[in-house]
């Protein structure tokens, strides 16, 4: 299967990323972007966007983008610092680059941005396993 339509077969699988309204805005072998609008069903108590929202985008990228190079990968962990608050309506955007691949593991950082601005830094690290994606 072709790198850069593994992520779109993903999305089509995934209820979770597809409630969240993630869209996939780029993708090529080794890199994707994602976006999504903050709901107000994705509010904190605060009425910030939870912690939870701009991880599971920036999650989203990362594993998309892993899974670019033709082989099952999975997160293994996975830590986000957030910079800033989300509001209802924000627009955000995640993106992924994962630059060399020679090994089993993949370590990567993630910029979840909204505009131009860093609201979140999320890093990962990935397993790649020996399953073929498939079409």
């Not at 976006?35 to 999650?59: P, Q, Y």
């Not at 993630?110 to 131009?116: A, C, S």
């Not at 790649?128 to 079409?135: C, I, N």
Request: hydrophobic fraction near 40%; proline fraction near 1%.
């Amino acid at each position: 299967m072709e790198g850069k339509t593994i992520p779109h077969k993903m999305l089509n699988q995934d209820p979770f990323s597809t409630w969240l309204g993630i869209e996939i805005l780029e993708c090529e072998v080794g890199r994707c972007k994602v976006g999504m609008t903050v709901r107000k069903e994705m509010l904190n108590s605060m009425g910030k966007a939870h912690g939870g929202i701009s991880f599971a985008l920036a999650d989203t990228a990362f594993g998309f983008a892993a899974n670019t190079h033709g082989k099952y990968a999975v997160s293994i962990e996975t830590s986000i610092n957030h910079i800033e608050a989300l509001e209802e309506g924000d627009y955000i955007e995640a993106e992924s680059v994962i630059e060399k691949v020679k090994n089993k593991l993949g370590f990567n950082i993630v910029e979840v941005k909204r505009e131009d601005e860093v609201i979140a830094l999320f890093k990962g690290v990935v397993y790649r396993t020996q399953k073929d994606w498939e079409e």
